[in-house]
Every structure is written in structure tokens, then in C-alpha cells.
């Protein structure tokens, strides 16, 4: 059967001979398509599948995955292709979607994202960390921070990665560094708050690259995963 589906190309890459693998979000699913031909001289689909491109695909279904037939770009946003930093931090992004079970949410968020980037917004920031937190919730490893992760002690110091939430002066034993108090409520108001509720957190919190990679190296570290891309971000955080 034949759908048509409009789809964020996430990452493509070669498969067999010639042919090609693209990953892409939906509003409804995360997908791979299959792509025959894809890497030929002739073909007419690789233009389509680059990622940050926003397409509508027209796909038929298969047993193992679906088949990519033919498509159109809605938009494509060749301004993050082309920068180093953004497209890195994109990157990050796009390999912890990739590895998420579930998709609710995603779409129209980091299509946010790719349009505030695109736009040199100064909300960029906030989109990738709503992202990055869906991908935790999704995955159901979203810190403790409703007090203190061992005692429930309410007047918290740090948060702890290992520990896998916030922790009070006793229960840090001085481990950790502190974090301010801004800080602590930032992150308290990003998991806590409901989708109705982002525009109170984009509007009294600042979040920043920082938090891209802590929020990225929690992924990493609660699923026991390794990203290189993670690490190449770091690399050049320089560039920011």
C-alpha cells in the first residue's frame, strides 16, 4: 500500500550497493526508509533526503521496512547544513531521537527548533532541551526532583547524574559541586512542567550549550549508550 507522509530527515547513509537507509521523524513515528538506487549518479531521491530537510514522501509499505518511492521538499534548512556548531548540536539531537521508543511530541518540537536555528533565534537553546527532555521522559529516565533522590529532603544542593536526581548538602557528602539556586529551579520547572506549561519555563529560564550536553550526556549515561556525536559537540564547543 502507498501513504504519503511528511517527515524530518534526521540522517541518511549507504546500504548495500548503492542503496540507502534515511532515518526520519513523523508526527506519529520514527522511521527508516529504504531508498533504492539512493547513492547512483542518476538518482533522483538523494536531493530529498539531506538531513534538516522538511519533505513530504510517498512511501509503500514493506515487510521489513517502508520503501521510499518519491518526494518533495517543503522546506529545507541549508543554514544548519552549513554551520559546524548547529549542525553538531543537531546531530546529538538527532542520534538520541533515533534511538527513542516513542515519538509523541518530537515532531512538532524540533521542528521548533530547526526553524529557531535557522532564524538565529535566541530561543534555540530551549527547543533542544525540550527535546532532549522528551527523549528522557520517553525513555523513562527523567531525574528525581521533587527533593532530595535518597531522603526526599526538600532544601537541595546539586544534581547528581549517578545518583540520578537531586541531592541535599547530607546525602552529597560534598561529591558534587553545588549548583545555584536559579539553576536548581530551572531544571526543577523543565521536568516538572507540563506541555501548557513551556511557555512559563521559555520565558523565566535561560538555558544555554551547557545544558544541551548535560541534558545529552544524561541520555547517554542512564541508556549506557555512547554517541561520538556527544563527544565531537564538546570538541568544538569553542565555536559557539
Known amino acids: 500500500m502507498?501513504?504519503?507522509?511528511?517527515?524530518?530527515v534526521l540522517s541518511v547513509s549507504?546500504?548495500?550497493?548503492k542503496d540507502g537507509l534515511v532515518k526520519v521523524l513523523t508526527t506519529d513515528s520514527i522511521l527508516t526508509l529504504y531508498a533504492r538506487g539512493l547513492f547512483k549518479q542518476n538518482s533522483k531521491n538523494l536531493r530529498l533526503v539531506q538531513p534538516f530537510s522538511y519533505n513530504e514522501f510517498m512511501i509503500?509499505?514493506?515487510?521489513?521496512?517502508?520503501?521510499?518511492?518519491?518526494?518533495?521538499?517543503?522546506?529545507?534548512?541549508?543554514h544548519i547544513q552549513e554551520d559546524l556548531f548547529k549542525s553538531s548540536c543537531f546531530f546529538v539531537l538527532h542520534d538520541l531521537i533515533s534511538k527513542t521508543k516513542k515519538e509523541e511530541n518530537l515532531f512538532h518540537t524540533l521542528l521548533e527548533c530547526w526553524n529557531s536555528a535557522d532564524k538565529d533565534l535566541d530561543d534555540f537553546y530551549f527547543w533542544a532541551c525540550i527535546v532532549l527532555k522528551y527523549c528522557i521522559e520517553q525513555?523513562?529516565?527523567q531525574p528525581f526532583v521533587d527533593g532530595c533522590v535518597h531522603c526526599q529532603n526538600m532544601r537541595v544542593e546539586?544534581?547528581?547524574?549517578?545518583?540520578?536526581?537531586?541531592?541535599?548538602?547530607?546525602c552529597n557528602h560534598n561529591q558534587y559541586p553545588k549548583w545555584n539556586?536559579?539553576?536548581?529551579?530551572?531544571?526543577?520547572?523543565?521536568?516538572?512542567?507540563?506541555?501548557e506549561n513551556l511557555a512559563y519555563v521559555k520565558e523565566h529560564f535561560t538555558f544555554n550549550l551547557d545544558d544541551?550536553?548535560?541534558?545529552?550526556?544524561?541520555v547517554e549515561y542512564h541508556s549506557q549508550k555512547s554517541y561520538p556525536s556527544i563527544r565531537f559537540l564538546e570538541s568544538i564547543r569553542g565555536l559557539e
Open 2 to 8: 502507498k501513504t504519503k507522509i511528511q517527515a524530518l
Open 14 to 17: 549507504e546500504y548495500k550497493d
Open 60 to 78: 509503500e509499505d514493506k515487510t521489513k521496512m517502508p520503501l521510499l518511492l518519491q518526494g518533495q521538499t517543503i522546506h529545507y534548512y541549508y
Open 139 to 141: 525513555e523513562g529516565i
Open 158 to 170: 546539586t544534581l547528581s547524574l549517578k545518583d540520578g536526581g537531586f541531592l541535599c548538602e547530607k
Open 181 to 195: 539556586v536559579d539553576s536548581l529551579k530551572k531544571y526543577r520547572a523543565l521536568f516538572k512542567c507540563k506541555e
Open 212 to 218: 544541551l550536553i548535560y541534558l545529552a550526556k544524561w
